[in-house]
């Protein structure tokens, strides 16, 4: 199957990030914005009959094994399933502004760092406090004002949508005069710009409502496993896929594909299925490596360029040359610990046993002493009927 692993891996994100942030307890936000399968942020979030959430992907992956809830082991169906578009929203702004917002709160730049394009935190702050006076201006008053979410100006609700917003957005100049911009606004002062929602519903269209065209779409079913070779490989064409490989390689690629497909569509922004499709081709490359990994061949997927393969083998062997030393260090260290361990635990049965003993031995010569005692009572009284029976017959 064609494609290749991707030789450069994305950074990897942890809630530890916030630790030497102004605020290091953002870092619970971010851990509530992950799924507790894959740890990575939510991806097309989904809602159990449990009421956990998972990525769809994740959680689709994990019912296709087995029917049960990764956190509370209770019986999960792909039925059940339904999507969150708010929440993926929210988690996709979150994980936008994430490395701004990291780098605007570290510690050692609150104070006077200054942004390129902005002014310091410092005054920042010193602005916000300013406009306290703005704010009680505008509860005082019964006009609606906005904030201009491209130069922060504070203006008329209906000036900010009718000509201010496309003179920022056109780099030109706002002709009205400039007040001071309002944050935490009350009920008479909308932020941004009014939200176009749905008549109906009364629900933001941009928030929680997909495109019609996804809407409508119908979910792939289940893989039948009863379908033949020839049949599955039909279906597969139809669906576009690569219907090279054995039987239980074609029903491996067509799970991960439905589950890729059901997934997409419980994302607020959906991708094409040409990208589902690449998706695919690297999923099942990564296996292949898994593969040849885990039988011992260093080599990448055989469909890679020779070039490239020269260069991940190369790349392996060096990687493994590096890192042998520290494998046989944690190798070692977990062997002198389970040494340990099992050192402990003989100590413990010893002395356990050694108490045993004792105790025996106490009641041993308790005993002893008792047959003893028995045995001079026995001794005494024989002694006394003998000197009886002896009188007796003197007499």
């Not at 002014?119 to 004002?145: C, F, H, V």
Request: glycine share 2%; aromatic share 4%.
């Amino acid at each position: 199957m064609v494609g290749i692993v991707p030789d450069v891996w994305e950074d990897v994100s942890d809630p530890s990030d916030w630790k030497n942030t102004k605020y290091p307890d953002l870092a619970n936000l971010d851990s509530l914005m992950r799924c507790q399968i894959c740890k990575e942020f939510l991806q097309a979030p989904v809602l159990t009959t449990c009421d956990h959430i998972f990525c769809s992907m994740c959680i689709r992956r994990t019912i296709s094994n087995t029917n049960k809830c990764p956190i509370c082991s209770e019986e999960t169906y792909e039925s059940g399933l339904r999507k969150v578009l708010l929440l993926d929203s929210i988690v996709r702004w979150f994980e936008n502004k994430r490395p701004s917002l990291i780098e605007s709160l570290q510690i050692d730049q609150i104070e006077d760092s200054v942004d390129e394009d902005g002014p310091s935190i410092k005054e920042e702050l010193n602005r916000i406090s300013e406009n306290a006076e703005a704010l009680e201006t505008a509860s005082s008053s019964s006009e609606q004002l906005a904030e201009c979410p491209v130069c922060g100006t504070c203006m008329n609700v209906n000036e900010l949508q009718e000509k201010h917003i496309e003179e920022c957005l056109g780099n030109a100049q706002p002709s009205s005069k400039e007040t001071k911009s309002v944050r935490n606004s009350p009920n008479n002062v909308v932020g941004y710009f009014k939200i176009k929602t749905n008549v109906t519903n009364n629900i933001p269209e941009n928030v929680q409502l997909q495109n019609s065209k996804i809407r409508k779409k119908k979910r792939l079913p289940n893989l039948d496993t009863s379908l033949s070779f020839n049949k599955l490989k039909e279906k597969m064409n139809s669906l576009k896929l690569p219907v090279n490989g054995n039987k239980t390689e074609l029903e491996n690629r067509m799970r991960e594909y439905i589950n890729l497909y059901n997934s997409n569509l419980d994302s607020i922004h959906p991708v094409s299925e040409r990208l589902l499709i690449d998706k695919l081709r690297k999923w099942e490359a990564l296996n292949d490596r898994k593969a040849n990994l885990k039988s011992g061949r260093d080599s990448p997927p055989i469909n890679a360029d020779e070039n490239t393969i020269k260069r991940q083998k190369k790349e392996h062997v060096s990687w493994n040359r590096q890192n042998s030393g520290q494998y046989m260090e944690l190798i070692a260290f977990a062997k002198l610990n389970m040494q340990k361990l099992r050192n402990k635990e003989q100590a413990e049965r010893n002395e356990k046993q050694t108490e045993r003993n004792e105790k025996q031995t106490e009641r041993n010569e308790k005993q002893t002493e008792k047959n003893k005692e028995e045995n001079d009572s026995l001794n005494d009284d024989s002694g006394d009927a003998f000197s009886d029976l002896e009188t007796e017959l003197i007499s």
